[in-house]
């Protein structure tokens, strides 16, 4: 399980939400790619997910990369602590 703080101003570039201006959610480009690179090598993954965490402008730290991109790998959930912090 990983874990990440953010505001709650910017809560949007981690969840997707329609009535948000934010257009690169993590949640969606993690769904994407779960979708997509199920099966696929773990190393294969990180990259794309460190591009998609730095659109959505989040600071998952490398060993939480490695995780999720097991995790889209195996096909096994992932699960994320969510912790939003004052300003």
């Known amino acids: 399980m990983g874990q ?3 505001t ?3 809560l949007d570039h981690l969840l997707a939400d329609p009535a948000s201006t934010h257009v690169h959610p993590y949640q969606r480009a993690y769904a994407e790619l779960a979708a997509t690179y199920r099966g696929r090598p773990a190393a294969e993954i990180v990259p794309l997910l460190r591009a998609a965490a ?3 402008l ?3 730290t ?3 990369l490695a995780e999720q991109a097991q995790a889209i790998s195996t096909g096994v ?3 994320l602590r969510v912790r939003v912090t004052g300003r």
């Open 4 to 6: 990440i703080s953010v």
């Open 8 to 10: 709650p101003e910017h």
């Open 54 to 56: 730095d659109r959505a």
């Open 58 to 60: 989040l600071g998952f």
């Open 62 to 64: 490398p060993a939480d």
């Open 77 to 79: 959930p992932y699960e």
